[in-house]
């Protein structure tokens, strides 16, 4: 079956530090990727997207590139805020569902 | 405003007490799903609905009930709740899955039950 593995947390940055958040994934076909991010207290929010291969998703300063040679789609920001701090979950679309990752808690220190 | 609404967003029952949970979505959307989300566990799935009186198991049904209606509403029933569903519970609607760029699932803010 489909199934996503994303970086452990939690991680912890300085603010204005660069980030990477790791996601892998394992699918038959040609799923489309997500990443969305749950801030406290409330429900998850797509924050960008990938629906075929070399595609690039972008939104808020985060970038994420769909690599179906290595299987990935790394969530990448060049300069994090305290706002950005949350929980980031992977996932893919496939078989009729969406499959996530366990989620990457993310804490900014100002 | 577009959105998916849960209710209650807290609740605390004891062992065996049937409870409901309700979801209702304003976007006409055909796919509906329940999720809970578990420390360490991320979100796994419940059950999901294609559309009206189509209803499915996700990953961990056990324990709980759905019904599809009606398009927008889509209730989540445990019928005699245990301590091992203490968790907090998400629904989510999408216009539909598995067609690229319509994959988006829009979510409720979350119920967090605990079941003592």
């Known amino acids: 079956g489909n199934s996503v593995t994303q970086m452990e947390g939690p991680v912890t940055l300085s603010e204005e530090a660069f980030l990477t958040i790791n996601c892998t994934y394992t699918?038959?076909?040609?799923?489309?990727l997500f990443w969305y991010v749950q801030y406290p207290g409330e429900g998850l929010q797509l924050l960008l997207k990938?629906?075929?291969?070399?595609d690039k998703g972008s939104n808020k300063g985060f970038e994420a590139t769909y690599r179906k040679e290595t299987t990935s789609f790394h969530l990448e920001k060049g300069s994090v805020q305290v706002s950005d701090s949350a929980v980031y979950f992977c996932?893919?679309?496939?078989?009729?569902?969406?499959?996530f990752g366990t989620g990457t808690r993310l804490t900014i220190i100002p | 405003e577009a959105q998916v609404t849960q209710n209650p967003r807290y609740l605390i029952t004891v062992t065996g007490k049937k409870l409901t949970v309700t979801c209702s979505q304003n976007?006409?959307?055909?796919?509906m799903s329940w999720y809970r989300q578990d420390p360490g566990l991320g979100l796994r799935q419940i059950y999901y609905?294609?559309?009206?009186?189509?209803?499915d198991k996700g990953d961990v049904p056990e324990g709980y009930k759905v019904s599809r209606k009606e398009k927008r509403n889509f209730p989540l029933i445990l019928e005699s709740p245990s301590p091992n569903q203490t968790s907090l519970y998400f629904c989510?609607?999408?216009?539909?899955?598995?067609?690229?760029?319509?994959?988006?699932?829009?979510f409720g803010a979350g119920t967090r039950l605990s079941v003592l």
């Open positions: 699918a038959t076909g040609y799923p489309s």
């Open positions: 609905s294609m559309n009206v009186e189509v209803t």
């Open positions: 976007m006409n959307h055909e796919y």
């Open positions: 990938a629906t075929k291969a070399d």
């Open positions: 996932a893919l679309t496939g078989n009729e569902k969406l499959t």
């Open positions: 989510a609607s999408s216009p539909s899955l598995g067609q690229g760029a319509r994959d988006i699932q829009y």
